[in-house]
């Protein structure tokens, strides 16, 4: 088995939803407790490029997810991860603020003269005392780690469609038309023009 993988039946996949992702894994990872299937791994993930993640951070179809360190320094072998403008806050089912998703682009190059690429990372992060709980902190030797300082990431390979517009995977609800319906809807203007047999 691939390392990072998840030995999952047969039909199943990791495909956990934002909720999941910041109270399953990252409260979890963050507060010390324990995670099962402790299947995500801790990266160094901003000096590694996104091509280099199958292998050592957990793969689930086309994304891989890891835990890492809030980092000011974004930069990678051969590129950077840029910050988009946006961010997303994560609620429960009961509509409670719990964290926040950040958007960023890997960029090759050097900041701030890259080239944008097609890779994107959801970086979530715990709100401050979104939980009812203070970030703990641990001494490891004589480095102190604070909970509140890890994130964990998703990052994934947007596809490009024949029109050269870039489009995520999960943005397809799984439906395709035939032919004839792509005829058909080709059509649609022309509908009161055309005169159906009784």
């Known amino acids: 088995m691939e390392e990072g993988?998840?030995?999952?039946?047969?039909?199943?996949?990791?495909?956990?939803?934002?909720?999941?992702?910041v109270l399953d894994f990252l409260y979890r990872k963050a507060s010390l407790l324990p995670c099962y299937p402790n299947s995500i791994p801790d990266l160094d993930s901003y000096v590694l490029d996104p091509w280099d993640l199958s292998g050592k951070a957990l793969s689930s179809g086309n994304q891989w997810y890891f835990f890492s360190q809030k980092t000011?320094?974004?930069t990678t072998k051969n590129g950077y991860w840029k910050q988009l403008d946006i961010d997303e806050t994560i609620y429960t089912s009961s509509s409670k603020i719990v964290g926040?998703?950040?958007y960023l682009v890997f960029y090759m190059g050097e900041a701030p003269d890259g080239i944008e690429t097609s890779w994107i990372m959801h970086e979530y992060s715990l709100l401050n005392g979104g939980l009812g709980c203070a970030p703990y902190q641990r001494r490891s030797g004589k480095k102190n780690l604070d909970g509140g300082e890890w994130v964990l990431c998703r990052?994934?390979?947007?596809k490009c469609s024949q029109h050269g517009l870039w489009?995520?995977?999960?943005?397809?609800?799984?439906?395709e038309l035939s032919c004839l319906d792509e005829i058909f809807l080709?059509?649609?203007?022309?509908?009161?023009e055309i005169s159906l047999p009784n």
């Not at 489009?167 to 439906?175: H, I, M």
Request: aromatic fraction near 12%; charged fraction near 40%.
């Open 155 to 158: 990052v994934y390979e947007r």
């Open 186 to 192: 080709s059509l649609d203007d022309d509908l009161e």
């Open 72 to 74: 000011p320094d974004l």
């Open 167 to 175: 489009y995520d995977e999960d943005d397809d609800d799984g439906t």
């Open 5 to 21: 993988s998840i030995n999952l039946p047969p039909g199943f996949q990791f495909y956990p939803t934002d909720e999941e992702l």
């Open 100 to 102: 926040i998703k950040k």
